[in-house]
């Protein structure tokens, strides 16, 4: 007899992370090369060193605002397939 393993993600499913994947990466993509411009004019006008940058440590507020931030995208993505399922 062979076996196989019980399937949890069905067609519709694997669809909607492949979905979810997609607009992920388009937007990491937008996001990132946005935040490489902004940090090369802020750096030619001597506002900001890129170095500056990558070495800010976040005060509280600072981290507060990125945990809150990070709550709400982590929602947002993980719940779509949810909001997804509430819009049927």
């Known amino acids: 007899?062979?076996?196989?393993?019980?399937?949890?993600l069905?067609?519709?499913t694997v669809e909607d992370v492949a979905r979810m994947v997609e607009s992920l990466t388009e937007?990491?993509?937008i996001l990132r090369d946005r935040v490489v411009v902004l940090e090369e004019l802020l750096e030619a006008k001597d506002v900001v060193k890129v170095a500056e940058i990558d070495g800010f440590e976040p005060d509280e507020k600072a981290h507060a605002r990125l945990a809150k931030d990070r709550s709400r995208l982590v929602r947002r993505v993980l719940g779509a397939p949810l909001a997804r399922q509430e819009w049927s």
Do not use: D, G, I
């Open 1 to 8: 007899m062979v076996r196989t393993a019980p399937s949890y």
């Open 27 to 29: 937007e990491l993509w």
């Open 10 to 12: 069905h067609q519709a």
